[in-house]
């Protein structure tokens, strides 16, 4: 029987390691490789969807559903939220500020016509901040209820701006509807005459709001 020399052994195993080892270098490679660009890919296709759906949500619920920026006034006929009131709510609104104007008041306006869709996410935004559907009725109508969704009442901002419709309002139809709520203001047109009716406690007394 014919035997292979020890070193000759020694150099086959070598010959024969050799493709093996070759094949681990190019897979340590290739890992190498992705590992180094898959963070990259990774983030930005996990950030992008993200940033777009941000995007989408403001466009969607932003002021063409009502959301009003700061410094709003009852004159800015560009904002839908104030463009899209009850003309008669409105035109009262506007002849209180001008004479509101004469005592340096300004009536800003935190609220006012709201999307259903709008409506409906601060509803559930307030359900979420008040633990049940039964607290938050008492800050948030529904959309089928809210007087905000048909245009009806608008909510003012600044202490100064409701301190003078506290004592001036009702000369102009504008009256404070929620005891709870002293910024949210609907139009009462005998209230000229008779002054604003009895406010209800809150939205939930206010039979409207069982429809």
Same mark, same amino acid.
């Given at each position: 029987?014919?035997?292979?020399?020890?070193?000759?052994?020694?150099?086959?195993?070598?010959?024969?390691?050799?493709?093996?080892?070759?094949?681990?270098?190019?897979?340590?490679?290739?890992?190498?490789?992705?590992?180094?660009?898959?963070?990259?890919?990774?983030?930005?296709?996990?950030?992008?969807?993200?940033?777009?759906?941000?995007?989408?949500?403001?466009?969607?619920?932003?002021?063409?559903?009502?959301?009003?920026?700061?410094?709003?006034?009852?004159?800015?006929?560009?904002?839908?939220?104030?463009?899209?009131?009850?003309?008669?709510?409105?035109?009262?609104?506007?002849?209180?500020? #001008?004479? @509101?104007? =004469?005592? *340096?008041?300004?009536?800003?306006?935190?609220?006012?016509? /709201?999307? $259903?869709?709008? %409506?409906?996410?601060?509803?559930?935004?307030?359900?979420?901040?008040?633990?049940?559907?039964?607290?938050?009725?008492?800050?948030?109508?529904?959309?089928?209820?809210?007087?905000?969704?048909?245009?009806?009442?608008?909510?003012?901002?600044?202490?100064?701006?409701?301190?003078?419709?506290?004592?001036?309002?009702?000369?102009?139809?504008?009256?404070?509807?929620?005891?709870?709520?002293?910024?949210?203001?609907?139009?009462? #047109?005998? @209230?000229? =005459?008779? *002054?604003?009716?009895?406010?209800?406690?809150?939205?939930? /007394?206010? $039979?409207?709001? %069982?429809?």
């Amino acid at each position: 029987m014919n035997q292979t020399p020890p070193s000759a052994r020694i150099k086959i195993r070598r010959i024969r390691w050799l493709p093996v080892v070759g094949l681990v270098v190019v897979i340590a490679a290739i890992i190498a490789a992705l590992g180094y660009q898959l963070p990259k890919s990774s983030s930005s296709s996990t950030a992008s969807p993200l940033n777009t759906l941000r995007v989408e949500h403001r466009g969607e619920l932003g002021e063409a559903d009502g959301a009003v920026p700061d410094g709003v006034t009852v004159f800015d006929d560009e904002i839908p939220a104030v463009a899209n009131l009850d003309p008669d709510l409105l035109k009262a609104l506007r002849q209180a500020a #001008t004479d @509101a104007a =004469d005592n *340096g008041v300004e009536l800003y306006v935190n609220s006012g016509w /709201r999307s $259903p869709e709008y %409506q409906n996410q601060l509803l559930r935004e307030a359900v979420s901040k008040h633990g049940s559907e039964e607290e938050a009725a008492r800050w948030v109508a529904t959309a089928t209820t809210s007087p905000h969704v048909s245009g009806d009442a608008v909510d003012l901002g600044h202490s100064d701006t409701t301190a003078w419709l506290s004592k001036h309002g009702a000369e102009y139809g504008l009256c404070q509807i929620y005891r709870n709520e002293p910024w949210h203001y609907e139009l009462r #047109t005998n @209230a000229t =005459d008779r *002054g604003c009716p009895r406010m209800y406690a809150d939205p939930t /007394r206010d $039979p409207r709001m %069982q429809q």
